[in-house]
């Protein structure tokens, strides 16, 4: 089992920043996709950023250049840098880790969820 722990949020004013992380420990394989899903009161879940182990980044649409996603392969670390913070940003971020594991050439990838760390944009 993998355990993900996020840290990072917290209270900040519009156009502010927070620097999101996300450490994983635990029975880890190998560590594919690692991202940033979030979710606000009211809506659904909606990918923020994502990375592959190739370091293919996704981001959503609303990002706009605001964010960075980044990972540390050897720590199993994530972090999410958020800039031009807005109010619509609001909401509890989740960290998301593939761990795949191999039975001889047949990768069986499974993702493990953190709890979430609470982004609060406001004046």
């Known amino acids: 089992q993998v355990q993900l722990v996020e840290s990072g949020g917290g209270l900040v004013q519009p156009g502010g920043s927070l620097r999101l992380s996300c450490e994983a420990s635990?029975?880890?394989?190998?560590?594919?996709?690692m991202g940033w899903y979030r979710q606000a009161p009211g809506k659904d879940r909606e990918m923020v950023a994502t990375?592959?182990?190739?370091?293919?980044?996704r981001y959503g649409d609303f990002v706009n250049g605001r964010f960075t996603i980044s990972r540390d392969n050897n720590k199993n670390t994530a972090a999410l840098e958020m800039n031009s913070l807005r109010s619509e940003d609001s909401a509890v971020y989740y960290c998301?880790?593939?761990?795949?594991?191999?039975?001889?050439?047949?990768?069986?990838?499974?993702?493990?969820w953190g709890q979430g760390t609470q982004v609060t944009v406001s004046s």
């Open positions: 990375m592959t182990m190739g370091r293919t980044i």
């Open positions: 635990g029975r880890i394989f190998t560590i594919g996709t």
């Open positions: 998301v880790v593939e761990n795949v594991r191999l039975y001889g050439s047949v990768a069986a990838p499974i993702d493990h």
